[in-house]
């Protein structure tokens, strides 16, 4: 039996749960040939990597920090997502040419969709914290699905005003923060703030709209911003169906199987309810 082997690399990697997240995938599909494994690879041996990628029988990788941009000059070519976005998170290797992929923002918008009936088009006020990699996937999903008022804050100013300027969102200063949050219909936490237990809510929800809409990229525990929002009686969900939709586009673009949406569902709902039982939500 030939092995078809994918990976995670990253630098770390250990904490990662793509390795589970993809074998329920496999399992899913009686794939028992399909191996998925995390390697750690250190900035300094990125390159060395992806040229033997393409000998050792990989048929795809995903890439986590602090890859996902520096991996760029060593791919054979990318999709036009990545071009937009400027960031890969998953590799094909096909025939030894390795093409670049970005799945995080289609996990984000079905998810959205999903969980929070988040529909395409609208004129909707959306507040956006955080302008980094993820914020850029983020981004990249609204605009696909035709959302134009985004407003944008980030601690780091500088880089908050970069992904302004190149997707044309609006900046916030931060002593707007608090008019925003009170006209937003969604809100988006794309920052870290939030992972650890002792952090607090990168936002006060008090005064904000009743149809207020709340998604935390976070999946590794119900943060403070989350809690606030289901105990206001808000719409609110957390980054694990992110998570599961974007390892299943990755599967996808390695494997080219038509997924249906009734099986997408399925697979979603076990790889989300592995990440709760996971981390103790």
């Known amino acids: 039996m030939s092995i078809k082997k994918c990976m995670l690399i990253g630098d770390p990697v250990e904490h990662s749960l793509s390795d589970s997240l993809h074998n329920i995938i496999y399992d899913y599909f009686g794939l028992k040939d ?22 050792t029988g990989c048929i795809g990788f995903n890439v986590t920090i ?24 998953t590799v094909k290797n096909e ?35 955080g302008a980094g990699g993820a914020a850029r996937a983020v981004v990249y999903g609204l605009k696909k699905m035709g959302k134009k008022n985004i407003f944008i804050y980030d601690i780091n100013r500088e880089r908050a005003l970069n992904l302004a300027d190149e997707f044309s969102l609006c900046l916030v200063e931060k002593e ?9 219909k969604f809100l988006i936490n794309a920052t870290p703030l939030g992972m ?33 929002a289901r105990e206001m009686g808000l719409r609110a969900a957390s980054g694990e169906g992110m998570l599961a939709g974007q390892g299943i586009e990755a599967f996808r673009i ?28």
Do not use: C
């Open 196 to 228: 650890k237990k002792e952090e607090p809510s990168p936002l006060r929800l008090d005064d904000s709209r009743d149809d207020l809409r709340v998604y935390d990229l976070i999946y590794n525990r119900e943060t403070e911003l989350l809690k606030s």
């Open 66 to 89: 602090p890859h996902k941009q520096a991996v760029m000059p060593y791919l054979d070519g990318t999709s036009d997502a990545v071009k937009k976005m400027g960031a890969v998170n």
């Open 95 to 129: 025939n030894g040419k390795l093409t670049g992929h970005n799945t995080d923002w289609k996990g984000f918008i079905e998810d959205i969709e999903q969980e929070l009936g988040i529909g395409q088009g609208g004129d909707e006020h959306i507040l956006l914290l």
């Open 254 to 281: 390695w494997s080219g199987f038509n997924i249906r949406d009734d099986e997408k569902r399925e697979l979603k709902d076990r790889i989300t309810g592995f990440i709760r039982e996971e981390v103790g939500k």
């Open 176 to 184: 707007d923060l608090g008019f925003h949050r009170s006209r937003a």
């Open 34 to 55: 399909w191996r998925y494994i995390k390697k750690r690879v250190p900035g300094n041996e990125l390159e060395n990597f992806t040229k033997e990628a393409t000998k």
